[in-house]
């Protein structure tokens, strides 16, 4: 063992005794993860979740995860852990997700849940803290929710993440600290980051624009005027629509039944619509008028945004048109190091054999498929070709029998 496999064995052995681990599910032991993990049975027709390393992996084993199986169907599992506060330390959440049937609609999402969840009776109405993930929808909806719970009202971010669409694994991962900070990880680089009060609205704004304040009554704010100086055209005013003159009158028109005949309106070719002036830069403009701002008399800070009490219950409730999705290497701790090296150790580990078992798989399918191609093609020519011999033969024999007559 070199030095530096000490180092980094040193390293990761301080960081897992520091760190704390609420949560940690990698489905390494075959069937018993169904003893941990609980279907609802709020509905009946809920989709069924089967343990599978999917089509292309990079580990039999450890890339075996929870895999949506039937398509159009709404699905509702979850597991629970020890209850814990995180309040006074960082929270951090973190999975894996693979697409690999190339999602077209559906969530891959998990959502966190405190201990007093009905796991039965899981459904899309029950309230958590923490919903976060990958949601995809079409062209539009390629995005990652980080949904945070405060005071009993669900808050959506105000940025918008994009998540990967690729089919392959990705790692997952949200932070919350206590000094009111975030992140928001993909594959263990920092995608989103910011402070909670400004990128969710739980709050109401610090400041406000001052209400007594009025704008000052010269104060134009208007960017474009009419050009002053431009004049209407004598030849611009034309009607919208002429009689047609080149129109005859049939010839059984009965003025007595229809009255008098007159040729139909049609659109003046002419016609340029209403005349206005164009418009130039106004000189006077000042741009917007900028309120004043005074202190917000219904702001008042809380500093414990970001904590949560009694999390106790980790959930997949979602729907999928087109089943498929994989989730594994579920991980909740309090320690942002561990978390990123757990990521290594999985993730990171199994991603590139993933991506060349794929690669190799779509070189053979390529490969089938030129076959099957050829093959076709192959038949067919026989075919023509016996098609032509036949053909020959009969002529042939029609030829002999003419003869001999």
Same mark, same amino acid.
């Not at 690999?100 to 899981?122: R, V």
């Not at 139909?264 to 206005?276: T, V």
């Not at 089938?368 to 098609?387: L, Q």
């Given at each position: 063992?070199?030095?530096?496999?000490?180092?980094?064995?040193?390293?990761?052995?301080?960081? @897992?005794?520091?760190?704390?681990?609420?949560?940690?599910? %990698?489905?390494?032991? =075959?069937?018993?993860?169904?003893?941990?993990?609980?279907?609802?049975?709020?509905?009946?027709?809920? *989709?069924?979740?089967?343990?599978?390393?999917?089509?292309?992996? =990079?580990?039999?084993?450890?890339?075996? =995860?929870?895999?949506?199986?039937?398509?159009?169907?709404?699905? @509702?599992?979850?597991?629970?852990?020890?209850?814990?506060?995180?309040? =006074?330390?960082?929270?951090?959440?973190?999975?894996?997700?693979?697409?690999?049937?190339?999602?077209?609609? *559906? *969530?891959?999402?998990?959502?966190?849940?405190?201990?007093?969840?009905? %796991?039965?009776?899981?459904?899309?109405?029950?309230?958590?803290?923490?919903?976060?993930?990958?949601?995809?929808?079409?062209?539009?909806?390629?995005?990652v929710h980080v949904i945070l719970n405060y005071k009993s009202k669900p808050h959506p971010m105000k940025k918008r993440i994009r998540c990967k669409v690729d089919g392959f694994t990705h790692l997952y991962t949200l932070i919350l600290r206590p000094d009111q900070t975030y992140e928001v990880k993909i594959d263990n680089e920092i995608i989103e980051s910011g402070n909670?009060?400004?990128?969710?609205?739980?709050?109401?704004?610090?400041?406000?624009?001052? !209400?007594? @304040?009025?704008?000052?009554?010269?104060?134009?704010?208007?960017?474009?005027?009419?050009?002053?100086?431009?004049?209407?055209?004598?030849?611009?005013?034309?009607?919208?629509?002429?009689?047609?003159?080149?129109?005859?009158? !049939?010839?059984?028109?009965?003025?007595?039944?229809?009255?008098?005949?007159?040729?139909?309106?049609?659109?003046? !070719?002419?016609?340029?619509?209403?005349?206005?002036?164009?418009?130039?830069?106004?000189?006077?403009?000042?741009?917007?008028?900028?309120?004043? %701002?005074?202190?917000? !008399?219904?702001?008042?800070?809380?500093?414990?945004?970001?904590?949560?009490?009694?999390?106790?219950?980790?959930?997949?409730?979602?729907?999928?048109?087109?089943?498929?999705?994989?989730?594994?290497?579920?991980?909740?701790?309090?320690?942002?190091?561990? @978390?990123?090296?757990?990521?290594?150790?999985?993730?990171?580990?199994?991603?590139?054999?993933?991506?060349?078992?794929?690669?190799?798989?779509?070189?053979?399918?390529?490969?089938r498929e030129r076959a099957k191609e050829e093959k076709h093609f192959r038949e067919r020519f026989n075919r023509k070709v016996e098609k032509q011999k036949e053909s020959g033969k009969a002529k042939l024999n029609r030829i002999t029998v003419k003869e001999e007559l």
């Amino acid at each position: 063992m070199g030095p530096l496999t000490r180092a980094l064995l040193f390293w990761a052995v301080l960081s @897992a005794a520091r760190a704390v681990v609420y949560f940690r599910e %990698q489905f390494m032991d =075959g069937v018993k993860w169904q003893d941990r993990w609980m279907n609802s049975q709020y509905k009946s027709d809920y *989709g069924k979740f089967r343990l599978t390393a999917g089509k292309f992996y =990079g580990d039999t084993v450890r890339d075996k =995860g929870l895999q949506t199986s039937e398509n159009s169907k709404f699905y @509702a599992i979850s597991s629970r852990f020890k209850p814990f506060s995180n309040k =006074g330390r960082s929270l951090v959440i973190q999975y894996t997700v693979k697409h690999e049937q190339k999602i077209d609609c *559906g *969530g891959g999402y998990i959502k966190i849940f405190s201990s007093n969840l009905d %796991q039965k009776n899981m459904s899309g109405d029950s309230q958590y803290y923490i919903m976060f993930g990958p949601d995809i929808c079409g062209s539009e909806t390629k995005k990652v929710h980080v949904i945070l719970n405060y005071k009993s009202k669900p808050h959506p971010m105000k940025k918008r993440i994009r998540c990967k669409v690729d089919g392959f694994t990705h790692l997952y991962t949200l932070i919350l600290r206590p000094d009111q900070t975030y992140e928001v990880k993909i594959d263990n680089e920092i995608i989103e980051s910011g402070n909670l009060e400004d990128d969710w609205n739980f709050l109401p704004p610090r400041k406000i624009n001052d !209400p007594t @304040a009025k704008k000052p009554k010269d104060w134009d704010d208007i960017p474009q005027i009419d050009d002053p100086n431009d004049v209407k055209p004598e030849d611009w005013d034309e009607p919208e629509y002429i009689l047609d003159t080149s129109a005859e009158k !049939p010839e059984d028109w009965d003025n007595a039944t229809n009255g008098e005949w007159q040729p139909p309106m049609i659109k003046n !070719p002419l016609y340029r619509g209403e005349w206005k002036p164009r418009k130039i830069d106004n000189p006077n403009y000042k741009g917007i008028w900028p309120c004043p %701002q005074i202190e917000n !008399p219904n702001y008042s800070p809380d500093f414990n945004i970001y904590s949560y009490e009694n999390i106790s219950i980790i959930g997949l409730d979602l729907w999928q048109v087109r089943a498929g999705t994989i989730f594994d290497n579920f991980l909740i701790t309090d320690d942002e190091q561990y @978390a990123e090296d757990f990521g290594d150790d999985t993730w990171g580990e199994t991603k590139d054999p993933e991506e060349n078992m794929n690669i190799k798989q779509t070189e053979e399918e390529k490969k089938r498929e030129r076959a099957k191609e050829e093959k076709h093609f192959r038949e067919r020519f026989n075919r023509k070709v016996e098609k032509q011999k036949e053909s020959g033969k009969a002529k042939l024999n029609r030829i002999t029998v003419k003869e001999e007559l």
